[in-house]
């Protein structure tokens, strides 16, 4: 039978993401309603190997609901990596008393979990925060949302630039191995074409669609690069269009970091308090090394090993709608 949880800690790692902060907040107040002690870990995995746990009460995480980022920080681990980082880690949390962990990342984050459960044994849930949305076992991911939002709102106001100017803008935007990000603000914008890594791109059948754009005079046109794509970025996208169809003047805009930070959506601020309330009390009653998820309204729980070696792959419905508006 599992020992009593009574002093929970919890952490984010990996990329920050927009309602970590949220999501902090809800495991933090879950855990007192629930008659646990709380612990924040700073800095990921490496403030539980070099001890940086700090005591955390209802105060501790006031007025941080709609704040961008995380309180606790954010680091990737080389320490952890090593049997001798995670044994130190594992030293260190039951010193403080800490025999459940709520980890708040993506991929690398409970890839790493699921190595530290299996060997010391503490038991530990996921939490997922990551703006890709590419974890299996969960409709969203905390961030996505306000990530997908933040982009729109910004190729919509460079999309008045190129209006005003006549220009064809290759927009970048996050994504190295999944394309979520790029197809929903591709459609959202009225992108003439969105290249994402789990489709081939045909730059000539792009260079087409451009044509079409301007033989009907159209004014501007937007195209929607996941960072990931095959062709090699937006920069070499542009490169190579530019070549082709020399009627446009040819921008480049990387969006980058700017998809990260701000302040998280509603959507993604409910997710995160559900997410949290859900995985401290799912600590209570006994689950361990498996991320909660929430798919058509439900809560759900996904073994770590089935969470990580999966992503939500692309809609194709939702590829063929950019295709066909894009005419």
């Not at 995380?70 to 680091?75: A, G, K």
């Not at 890839?111 to 590419?134: H, M, Q, S, W």
């Not at 600590?283 to 089935?306: D, R, W």
Request: glycine residues 12%; charged residues 25%; hydrophobic residues 40%.
């Amino acid at each position: 039978m599992a020992n009593k949880i009574t002093k929970i800690g919890v952490f984010t790692s990996g990329g920050d993401a927009p309602g970590m902060n949220a999501a902090i907040r809800a495991v933090v107040r879950t855990g007192i309603y629930h008659g646990l002690e709380v612990m924040g870990i700073y800095h990921g995995y490496d403030g539980m190997i070099d001890g940086e746990i700090k005591s955390m009460d209802s105060a501790s995480v006031s007025n941080i609901l709609q704040r961008g980022g995380t309180i606790l920080r954010c680091s990737r681990s080389e320490a952890f990596r090593t049997n001798a980082g995670r044994k130190k880690a594992a030293l260190n949390l039951k010193m403080k008393g800490i025999n459940g962990v709520v980890a708040i990342g993506g991929d690398g984050t409970f890839r790493g979990a699921d190595v530290f459960y299996k060997e010391c044994r503490i038991p530990i849930i996921g939490l997922p925060g990551t703006i890709d949305n590419d974890l299996f076992g969960t409709q969203f991911t905390v961030g996505y949302d306000t990530a997908i939002n933040t982009a729109l709102d910004a190729i919509d106001k460079l999309r008045d630039t190129a209006a005003s100017h006549d220009r064809l803008f290759i927009i970048e935007v996050m994504g190295r191995d999944v394309g979520l990000i790029a197809l929903r603000t591709g459609i959202a914008a009225g992108a003439e074409a969105v290249l994402v890594p789990e489709t081939k791109t045909d730059i000539d059948r792009v260079i087409g669609i451009l044509e079409k754009g301007w033989k009907r005079k159209k004014s501007s046109s937007i195209i929607v690069v996941s960072e990931g794509d095959k062709t090699g970025g937006a920069y070499e996208v542009a490169s190579r269009i530019q070549k082709k169809f020399k009627q446009y003047k040819v921008r480049v805009s990387i969006l980058g970091y700017l998809q990260r930070g701000g302040k998280p959506t509603c959507m993604d601020r409910v997710l995160a308090s559900r997410l949290g309330v859900a995985a401290v009390e799912a600590l209570i009653s006994g689950k361990a090394n498996m991320m909660v998820g929430a798919s058509h309204n439900k809560i759900i729980y996904t073994p770590f090993n089935q969470a990580t070696k999966h992503h939500n792959d692309i809609n194709p419905n939702l590829y063929r709608i950019a295709e066909i508006l894009s005419n």
